[in-house]
């Protein structure tokens, strides 16, 4: 695959990673009220104070990946980034339904995608500015 290509794909890989921090993982937990979140099998917390920084955070990576798709050669620190970020999320995952056991779909479907991009940016990634 030529380096024109690969951008073309990290385009697109960058897009669906900006749909499902904002729709998955972003707004349902930064704003969210507890009947949408029983939608995905989860409960309000008490506090709720770290679920809402942890959504807003979210919607802040969505920030930085817009930034990085707009010019993904310049921005390729950003998405080294995001290599790290999701690979540590995917073995945080793995090691706690290791240790504690995961029944949620929901739970499974982050861990597939994390997974995922980690993949897709790696290998897509731009190697020389």
Known sequence: MN?????????????????V??????LPTWLAPESILAI?????PEPPFY??????????LVFLYWLAYRNPVRNRDMIRYAVVDNSVAFLTMLGYAFTVGITNPTVWVSAGLVLFFAIAFYVLTPKTA
Not at 9 to 19: G, Y
Not at 40 to 44: A, D, I, R, S, W
Not at 51 to 60: E, S
């Open 51 to 60: 679920m809402r920084i942890f959504g807003a955070t979210q919607i802040g």
């Open 3 to 19: 380096e024109g290509t690969k951008l073309i794909w990290l385009k697109r890989v960058l897009i669906f990673k900006m749909l």
């Open 21 to 26: 921090v904002a729709l998955l993982w972003g």
């Open 40 to 44: 995905f099998g989860e409960t309000l």
